[in-house]
């Protein structure tokens, strides 16, 4: 069953601002984490987030999980024409056995 | 270069036809799993293994059987019995326990004739 929700579905943003995605979730969960994935190709892990931490980053990524709202947002800052691609949030449930389950997704576009 | 490998790109299906997916991996990941997509939409678990010669089913398996002969193998093949099978069915694998991401190939995308 599908457990996350994205917000928004799609984006667009100019070269150099930041792009800001929301995923929320209904049940408890051992981690979070973030994938990409451009036209046509498969998906490409970025980020992990543990239900006992409360931000992280990865370069230019900056994710942050609020267990007590089910809720995650990824920011991408500084964002390039190459960052243009679907991102999705993916849980893996208490006792799920890394048996993700995947949100719809955002669409983000980055226009030069 | 480790990686999955997904065979072929493009499958069109006659109806009636059982059609095979493969996929191959070559990073030793003991767990491996099958995601449909359709557009607009997120990922749908299908079938996924955690170990050679044992899988069990995902979300939307009616329709579809998988195989775990080999350590690096895990087909699937869509049946007949699967009455829209139009979408691009991902393949993914990853190390067992907690906190391990998930590695995918670059997909099949399936079409009916």
């Known amino acids: 069953s599908q457990q996350g929700e994205e917000d928004p579905q799609a984006l667009s943003i100019q070269e150099g601002e930041n792009a800001t995605m929301n995923c929320s979730y209904k049940?408890?969960?051992?981690?979070l984490q973030w994938y990409r994935q451009n036209s046509g190709r498969g998906l490409v892990h970025l980020i992990l987030?543990?239900?006992?931490?409360r931000e992280k980053h990865s370069g230019r990524l900056r994710v942050t999980l609020d267990t007590s709202k089910k809720s995650s947002s990824l920011l991408i800052t500084a964002s390039r024409a190459a960052d243009t691609a679907s991102y999705f949030c993916?849980?893996?449930?208490?006792?799920?056995?890394?048996?993700?389950?995947f949100g719809t997704g955002t669409q983000l576009k980055v226009e030069l | 270069d480790g990686g999955i490998t997904q065979s072929p790109k493009y499958l069109f299906r006659k109806e009636g036809q059982n059609v095979t997916l493969s996929c191959e991996q070559n990073?030793?990941?003991?767990?491996m799993y099958w995601y449909r997509q359709d557009p607009g939409q997120g990922l749908r678990l299908i079938y996924y293994?955690?170990?050679?010669?044992?899988?069990q089913k995902g979300d939307i398996a009616e329709g579809y059987s998988v195989s775990r002969e080999k350590k690096e193998s895990f087909p699937l093949t869509v049946t007949s019995a699967q009455k829209n099978p139009t979408a691009f069915y991902l393949c993914?694998?990853?190390?067992?326990?907690?906190?391990?991401?998930?590695?995918f190939g670059d997909g099949t995308r399936l079409s009916i004739l």
């Open positions: 293994s955690q170990i050679v010669n044992d899988f």
């Open positions: 993914a694998s990853s190390r067992t326990g907690l906190e391990r991401p998930q590695h």
């Open positions: 990073l030793n990941h003991d767990a």
């Open positions: 987030i543990r239900s006992n931490e």
């Open positions: 049940t408890s969960i051992n981690n």
């Open positions: 993916a849980t893996d449930p208490t006792g799920g056995g890394n048996k993700l389950t």
